[in-house]
């Protein structure tokens, strides 16, 4: 089946420094791609969509300027949190529709990515 | 899309059937039924999905209800690694779009396999 992965799988940092997350889909195109949120012993929460070539669509409540999404590409999504803050630590999980899919098709899901800030 | 409900836990033995229920009273014509399961710390995967005919594939079966306003997701004999969160979406797929994809997760049902 299709493959998205994504990197770091894990990562720690300082308060005040930016992280970088990448979803990357393996085999297949993504035009686009999703982020969620979740923190502990809660569901997944969406962030926003990323579009390819285009700027990406955020969820009411969800700051565009502290968590910055780019689709370069149809197969590499990235996003970067800003100025992280412990508030911020979660797990980060991205997502994929496939180019080309009928639309009855599933998604892709990413390993996600634990962010910790110290 | 319609919102769900189901239990917040069970319990299976191992090798026996789990039958996961789901409510979607207020379902729409054009909605499907996914499932999805969570293994801890690890991203979603994905199971089955159905409109209104029962699925099957090699992972679980989907029983859906005549008046699709309730589901049931079957892992026929159910495995230690079956432990895990197990969501139940209604998703409209209409013409593409940003909504396409677009997961709306509920607290899902947490699924506790033992020996």
């Known amino acids: 089946g299709a493959v998205v992965s994504q990197h770091p799988s894990r990562v720690i940092c300082k308060s005040g420094t930016s992280v970088k997350i990448e979803c990357r889909s393996l085999?297949?195109?993504?035009?686009?791609m999703f982020w969620y949120r979740q923190f502990p012993k809660q569901s997944l929460m969406l962030m926003a969509t990323s579009n390819e070539g285009s700027k990406a669509t955020y969820e009411q409540g969800v700051e565009k300027d502290k968590f910055l999404i780019n689709h370069a590409s149809l197969t590499l999504s990235t996003l970067t949190v800003t100025s992280a803050h412990p508030e911020d630590s979660s797990f980060y999980i991205c997502?994929?529709?496939?180019?080309?899919?009928?639309?009855?098709?599933?998604?892709?899901f990413g390993e996600g990515s634990r962010l910790t800030v110290l | 899309d319609a919102k769900t409900t189901q239990p917040p836990s069970m319990d299976c033995a191992e090798g026996r059937a789990a039958n996961l229920p789901c409510n979607h009273s207020t379902i729409s014509g054009n909605e499907y039924v996914y499932w999805y399961r969570q293994i801890h710390s690890q991203g979603p995967q994905y199971i089955i999905h159905g409109l209104k005919n029962n699925e099957t594939n090699e992972m679980a079966s989907l029983i859906i209800t005549e008046d699709r306003k309730s589901s049931t997701l079957i892992l026929p004999h159910a495995t230690l690694r079956d432990t895990a969160v197990y969501y139940c979406?209604?998703?409209?797929?209409?013409?593409?779009?940003?909504?396409?994809?677009?997961?709306?997760f509920g607290q899902g049902t947490i699924l506790t396999v033992h020996p």
């Open positions: 085999d297949f195109q993504a035009t686009t």
């Open positions: 997502s994929a529709s496939r180019l080309g899919l009928t639309n009855t098709g599933e998604l892709f």
């Open positions: 979406i209604v998703r409209a797929l209409g013409a593409g779009g940003t909504s396409y994809g677009k997961l709306t």
